[in-house]
């Protein structure tokens, strides 16, 4: 095996010290023209990349941040694994995905970990993902905990316990859920009054008092807070508010599919449906101009979200937008603000966010669709 190059092997060859090569590396612009390019000519030469580890030592800190996520792609454990032959004549294994998952369904998550993603690039940080999948989920965030210098997670992603736990080795940022009796920074949009409004405008401008809420899974923080906000517009509008959605599924196009389906073959499609986020609605209006209802003429939907699917279906989705990539960014500045500061007390940053009127709720003419 070739022999792993060295730092003491590149200032050999430069023909300088140890220091100097470490200054190039870390603060070229404090070094001489011609003694960093000697530098830098030997690392490209030699083939040198620094240790990271030996600079976490130094530095005590891994420049990286974890993201802990929940299993969004609708992979786990139980999905399997199916052998596949290569031409070279080895075997190895891949995911026997069920027949429903769609790889795609979750672009909510895709969106806060390109905003991570950016705001950590932007602050010379990595990002390391682990997911929640299957029974291996604690030991992973135990041992992520263990590689970055601070956790940015989705509300409900890891158990409480755990979490707790993590907090006292690394600082804790939680994303998309109200602060509880905790010590962690929390980020979230405004999910309660955004389908308030949402709902309201459906109520008042449409006349619509028929009218059910479509939400996600029962643990979600977030769809706690808009079906609150899609009680609290009923209330004020004097109607009734449901005890419960009149169904709910995992947040994805396949799950909004089948509860239209569903609904439809009930009898129980109401003259408007809510969506918790964009990709159920989107899997409702699926199901709903399969069976030859019309969108918004017989039945309006919205969503929740602002991906940007909703902007090509047909009728384009009415929607409520949330930054979903300034969530992430926003999770990142806040952990950094916190390394640099420990003593600080725990921030609650809400994010807005905006309704989009669109031709499933029937503001623009069909042309415009």
């Avoid at 600082?171 to 409004?197: C, F, K, Q, W």
């Avoid at 007390?345 to 415009?368: A, D, F």
């Amino acid at each position: 095996m070739q022999k792993v190059p060295t730092v003491y092997d590149v200032a050999e060859l430069a023909g300088v010290s140890i220091a100097t090569v470490s200054r190039v590396l870390r603060k070229p612009h404090e070094v001489a023209d011609a003694t960093r390019d000697r530098v830098n000519a030997a690392v490209l030469d030699l083939g040198y990349v620094p240790s990271g580890s030996a600079r976490s030592l130094a530095a005590r800190r891994s420049g990286a941040i974890g993201l802990c996520l929940p299993d969004f792609d609708g992979i786990d454990e139980v999905s399997g694994l199916a052998p596949v032959e290569f031409s070279d004549g080895r075997v190895s294994t891949v995911l026997d995905l069920p027949e429903d998952v769609e790889l795609g369904d979750h672009l909510y998550i895709s969106e806060v970990m390109l905003g991570t993603e950016i705001e950590a690039w932007q602050h010379g940080m990595a990002v390391t993902i682990a997911v929640a999948r299957g029974s291996r989920g604690s030991e992973i965030f135990d041992n992520l905990a263990g590689r970055v210098d601070g956790i940015v997670t989705l509300a409900r992603t890891i158990p409480d316990k755990q979490l707790a736990h993590i907090a006292r080795r690394v600082p804790v940022v939680v994303l998309a859920g109200p602060r509880s009796d905790d010590e962690y920074d929390h980020i979230t949009t405004d999910n309660a009054e955004g389908m308030r409004v949402m709902t309201s405008h459906v109520l008042e401008e449409h006349g619509v008092t028929d009218l059910a809420f479509v939400g996600g899974p029962a643990d979600s923080p977030d769809d706690d807070a808009r079906f609150r906000g899609f009680c609290q517009a009923l209330r004020a509008a004097g109607l009734p508010a449901p005890a419960t959605p009149v169904a709910r599924g995992d947040f994805t196009r396949a799950q909004g599919r089948s509860i239209g389906r569903r609904l439809l073959a009930e009898g129980r499609v109401p003259r408007a449906l809510v969506c918790s986020n964009d990709q159920t609605a989107l899997g409702v209006l699926d199901a709903l101009t399969s069976a030859g209802r019309r969108v918004p003429e017989d039945v309006i939907v919205t969503g929740f979200d602002g991906i940007d699917a909703s902007e090509v279906s047909r009728p384009r989705l009415t929607t409520v937008y949330q930054p979903m990539r300034d969530l992430g960014r926003a999770a990142v500045d806040t952990l950094l603000h916190r390394l640099r500061d420990s003593q600080i007390p725990p921030q609650t940053r809400t994010l807005p966010v905006k309704v989009l009127l669109r031709g499933s709720c029937g503001c623009l003419p069909p042309e415009s669709v």
